[in-house]
């Protein structure tokens, strides 16, 4: 089910005295954050947009600044929310790359006559792995590998997927 926000980090805490936060990114590419002029503070239809006043990296977090918040109490107050984008301001994918938000909810078809529906998208560091709840109650971890994914049809979410002998074994 397409969504029209795509949340792009989660903010972990205040940072320094001026209002910055720490951002975790949920974002394949942290580099994008420099690009950014605007946030938007939260997934629902409620969301505020910020205006981005600064944007640092530190190891595998993002120290970013908004016009909106300039001290440390204020910055507080935005631990554990959202950061996202809107769907029109996503970066541009590659073929046969998609959002997780577009992939979750999404009905599988098997190879070998089950189907069920993507819950989870793992990211490992070789490859993602779909977690798909079939109907007849058993869990698949799928790798999400082009010998596992034969069509990923976004419009009508559904996803046709070759199972690999051996996964669903008990």
């Known amino acids: 089910m397409a969504t029209d926000r795509l949340r792009i980090g989660v903010i972990t805490s205040p940072h320094g005295v001026h209002g910055e936060v720490k951002v975790y990114p949920t974002t394949d590419d942290i580099k994008r954050f420099s690009k950014l ?57 590659n073929k046969d790359e998609y959002f997780v938000a577009d992939l979750i909810g999404m009905k599988v078809l098997t190879d070998v006559g089950t189907e069920g529906e993507l819950t989870d998208v793992m990211h490992t560091g070789a490859n993602d792995v779909y977690v798909i709840n079939l109907d007849d109650g058993r869990e698949l971890l799928l790798p999400a590998i082009a010998q596992c994914v034969l069509d990923v049809d976004i419009a009508d979410s559904v996803m046709k997927v070759h199972v690999l002998p051996g996964l669903l074994d008990q």
């Open 37 to 93: 002029k605007t946030v938007i503070l939260g997934m629902d239809g409620k969301g505020v947009t910020l205006h981005v006043r600064s944007v640092k990296y530190h190891k595998n977090m993002v120290i970013m600044g908004f016009d909106e918040f300039g001290s440390m109490d204020e910055a507080e107050k935005l631990r554990d929310k959202d950061l996202c984008v809107n769907r029109d301001d996503a970066i541009k994918l």
